[in-house]
């Protein structure tokens, strides 16, 4: 609703108010329980909400009308083509852009239309690992994944440290604790900015098509990095990937977007298997 | 002239009082006297003090250097009634005859007489005592070897005094002053190189002694001094007031405050956009008329900074905008907020990046404090200028030039340093980790191995290229000169 008092240039769309939260749940729960194989159970709140959301860069329409619910612990692989607003999507949940219209809520908090502190304080719940690393080379791998620690969670330097060393180590570049980002290989930068994001313990971890800029024999240690994160950690993560046989793999449900609709969504067995969807079926078929 | 004949005639006349008792006669001869010494200053009554000479130090070049060994030459004449039996020369305090030897020289006429003596330092003096009374008429030469005039330099009078056989003590005349250099180090460098037959070959040279000569660079140097220590306190001080508005302007003109950012524009754009000869015009004669007087100096340093200022703010601005998106995201994924994104995050990668520009902006102001010389402010220009007046020679502009490269060649070699290790850790070079030569290898196979590793530098500074251009056109406008505009790398808006 906030959304729509901001945005009073152009054709923005009218959505509903967000619903209530008892409502809210007792819907997902009702409907996504043939969509995951994710284990929820009745009078859980889905920790992610996206409502009626609609994004538009100027006069281009990237989102519209997306709709979706993200459990704890769930997680959640986006596929889609090029353009088709996933992306956009994943940025708008940390408000590095601003919807347009429509409504996005974590752990029940609406998010749109906040200032400017509750923005900082939400994206701490909310990490994100970018397709290009964007980790920080003036800073070496351990002090990347020690400064948000510091700066925003204002953990002392021994625990930040601690931490950072434990990530890594997780990560398996516990011996580049102390290269800078330059030094290491595009594979190394991509764990290191997967250890900054955990470090932060964020309830919900973005990924940004994670590999797409990796040479090809260095897509799998990254791969494996988030595949060990989605068995183990219990994090809620919603990835949006091209890697098929890993989407399959660590996927509780699929959501396959088109446009800026999603246009199908599901179990991966399902999806991949028997999509509903022709253009579901036909961009899986060109891809696989 | 007229001044030495009266001085002579008046003791002349009590001379001649006390030997002749008419009074007439007396009168007379006085006036013959007048007469001849009017025709022949030489023969006097009394002792006179014809010359006093200082031979120049061994090595010293032409002149006389203070508290160092040298030769003192004088040479008086016995008035015509007399008899000398000794004479005493005194310096001033400072100078010395402690080690001194004396040789004594009669002439009578073009006759050497030989008369002996024996001379008796005590400081500041040197007191002869002749074996025999030097007979009237005479020429005394007295050469003092390993004396030394005061330490301090300046204008220096032999004087004294001298007992005839009769035992009366009679004054002797001041000599003419005799010139003594100041005795420091660089005087003794100047007089070296005076006495040098290269450095004569080298001024004979029109072109190397008007502009090279040896002596007046040395000499320059000394003098430059204190202005080149202008020229640096000015820049150094002005530096980190502008540096710190720079930044401030840089911040403004990226406001999201229309107002702000007009405001930055004007005063960047003001700066900029006129000449800093000018800036210092309106300042330095501007203030005064409306009574605001200030330092010199100090007025000095506030112009610099002020005009420096608004092209750091530039290059601070550029470098901002250079840094990628991603990083804002990145930081901001992790909560930070604006002000902990800017300074943890966004300026230590700008300062890695502008500190070639800046360093060359630096360059800049250091050399542009010569235009300060045009009011007044006692910085190298003005030195040198004066020098250059009163010398007629421009040597000491060179040697001007000299201190502004001694500052300005190993910064602009540091730009250097810094850019290329700023491309090589923006290529992902970075510090190689140190490969050890394997144990029992060959001295001939890591050296090998360091070839390789060399020819691996040179082809990885190729493909560096790309990195270093964009530094390259991100500092050129700088380099080449401070006013021309930063072009489209750092105005692109
Ligand atoms: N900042 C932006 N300004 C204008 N258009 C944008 C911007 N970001 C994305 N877009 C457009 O939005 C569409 C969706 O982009 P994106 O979300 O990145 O797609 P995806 O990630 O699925 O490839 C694209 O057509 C893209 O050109
Ligand atoms: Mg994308």
């Known amino acids: 609703m906030a959304s729509k008092h901001r945005h009073s240039h152009g054709d923005v769309p009218v959505v509903p108010d967000a619903l209530s939260a008892e409502e809210a749940a007792n819907l997902a729960f009702a409907s996504d329980q043939t969509l995951t194989k994710h284990h929820f159970t009745e009078g859980e709140h889905p920790i992610v909400r996206i409502e009626h959301l609609n994004k538009s860069f100027d006069e281009t329409k990237v989102l519209r009308d997306v709709n979706l619910d993200v459990?704890?612990?769930?997680?959640?692989?986006?596929?889609?083509?090029?353009?088709?607003?996933?992306?956009?999507?994943?940025?708008?949940?940390?408000?590095?852009?601003?919807?347009?219209?429509?409504?996005?809520l974590i752990e029940d908090q609406e998010i749109t239309g906040q200032s400017k502190t509750d923005v900082n304080k939400l994206r701490r719940e909310v990490g994100m690992v970018f397709q290009s690393f964007n980790l920080f080379p003036h800073l070496t791998a351990k002090q990347n994944?020690?400064?948000?620690?510091?700066?925003?969670?204002?953990?002392?330097?021994?625990?930040?440290?601690?931490?950072?060393?434990?990530?890594?180590?997780?990560?398996?570049?516990?011996?580049?604790?102390?290269?800078?980002?330059?030094q290491l290989s595009g594979g190394q930068q991509q764990r290191v900015a997967i250890a900054r994001a955990v470090a932060m313990h964020p309830n919900v971890l973005l990924f940004d098509e994670p590999t797409s800029a990796l040479d090809p024999e260095l897509v799998r240690g990254v791969l494996d990095v988030i595949r060990d994160l989605a068995e183990n950690s219990g994090m809620t993560m919603i990835v949006v990937t091209h890697e098929m046989d890993f989407a399959r793999e660590v996927a509780d449900r699929v959501v396959f977007m088109e446009d800026g609709v999603v246009v199908e969504q599901g179990v991966p067995e399902k999806v991949f298997d028997h999509p509903e969807n022709a253009r579901t079926a036909e961009f899986l078929g060109s891809i696989g | 002239m007229s001044h030495m004949h009266e001085n002579a005639m008046t003791r002349g006349e009590s001379h001649h009082t006390r030997c002749v008792p008419a009074l007439a006669l007396a009168l007379s001869v006085a006036l013959v006297l007048v007469a001849t010494l009017a025709l022949l200053p030489v023969s006097a009554l009394a002792m006179t003090t014809n010359k006093a000479t200082a031979r120049p130090n061994e090595d010293g070049g032409s002149g006389v250097i203070g508290a160092m060994d040298t030769r003192l030459t004088w040479e008086g004449t016995v008035g015509d009634d007399e008899e000398v039996s000794?004479?005493?020369?005194?310096?001033?305090?400072?100078?010395t005859f402690d080690h001194a030897s004396t040789r004594i020289t009669v002439l009578d006429g073009l006759n050497r007489t030989s008369i002996d003596g024996t001379a008796t330092s005590s400081g500041n003096s040197v007191d002869v005592q002749f074996s025999e009374g030097i007979p009237a008429g005479s020429l005394v030469r007295l050469e003092i070897t390993?004396?030394?005039?005061?330490?301090?330099?300046?204008?220096?009078?032999?004087?004294?005094?001298?007992?005839?056989?009769?035992?009366?003590?009679?004054?002797?005349?001041?000599?003419?002053?005799?010139?003594?250099?100041?005795?420091?180090?660089?005087?003794?460098?100047?007089?070296?190189?005076?006495?040098?037959?290269?450095?004569?070959?080298?001024?004979?040279?029109?072109?190397?002694?008007?502009?090279?000569?040896?002596?007046?660079?040395?000499?320059?140097?000394a003098s430059l001094f204190p202005g080149w220590l202008v020229c640096l306190g000015i820049v150094l001080a002005c530096y980190p007031f502008a540096?710190?508005?720079?930044?401030?302007?840089?911040?403004?003109?990226?406001?999201?405050?229309?107002?702000?950012?007009?405001?930055?524009?004007?005063?960047?754009?003001?700066l900029r956009g006129t000449p800093l000869f000018l800036q210092i015009y309106i300042m330095f004669f501007g203030l005064p008329m409306v009574g605001i007087n200030i330092d010199n100096n100090v007025l000095g340093v506030i112009v610099m900074a002020v005009n420096s200022s608004a092209y750091l703010a530039e290059i601070f601005r550029a470098g901002i905008q250079s840094i990628p998106q991603g990083q804002y995201e990145a930081a901001a994924s992790l909560g930070m907020n604006g002000f902990q994104t800017m300074t943890s995050i966004i300026l230590p990668q700008t300062v890695r990046r502008v500190i070639p520009t800046v360093t060359s902006d630096f360059i800049t102001s250091y050399k542009d404090t010569s235009l300060l010389s045009s009011v007044g402010v006692m910085e190298l220009m003005m030195f040198s200028k004066n020098l250059t007046t009163t010398t007629g020679n421009i040597t000491p502009y060179m040697a001007a030039a000299i201190y502004y490269l001694i500052v300005t060649l190993p910064l602009i070699k540091v730009v250097g340093i810094i850019e290329n290790n700023i491309a090589r850790s923006e290529r992902g070079g970075g510090p190689r980790p140190k490969r050890r030569a394997v144990a029992g290898a060959s001295q001939q196979a890591s050296k090998a191995e360091e070839e390789l590793t060399a020819s691996a530098e040179v082809s990885h500074v190729e493909a560096a290229k790309p990195a270093a251009d964009v530094f390259a056109a991100l500092s050129a406008p700088f380099v080449s000169h401070p006013t021309v505009d930063l072009g489209g790398v750092a105005d692109g808006e």
């Open chain 1, 71 to 104: 459990w704890p612990g769930e997680v959640v692989v986006v596929l889609g083509p090029s353009g088709s607003g996933k992306s956009t999507m994943l940025r708008c949940i940390n408000l590095l852009e601003t919807p347009t219209a429509g409504h996005i």
């Open chain 1, 145 to 182: 994944v020690m400064i948000g620690q510091t700066k925003v969670l204002k953990r002392s330097k021994e625990d930040a440290e601690a931490e950072a060393m434990k990530q890594l180590t997780a990560v398996g570049l516990a011996d580049r604790a102390d290269f800078k980002p330059p």
């Open chain 2, 86 to 95: 000794s004479i005493t020369l005194s310096l001033p305090e400072g100078a």
């Open chain 2, 146 to 221: 390993n004396m030394q005039f005061p330490a301090d330099g300046g204008d220096y009078v032999v004087s004294g005094g001298y007992t005839t056989a009769d035992g009366q003590s009679h004054v002797l005349d001041d000599s003419a002053a005799i010139t003594v250099i100041a005795n420091t180090p660089l005087q003794a460098a100047v007089s070296w190189l005076d006495a040098q037959p290269w450095v004569a070959a080298w001024n004979s040279n029109p072109f190397l002694g008007m502009f090279f000569k040896p002596q007046l660079l040395l000499t320059s140097f």
């Open chain 2, 243 to 270: 540096i710190v508005l720079g930044l401030a302007f840089a911040m403004l003109k990226t406001s999201r405050h229309k107002v702000l950012r007009a405001i930055a524009i004007c005063y960047i754009n003001l």
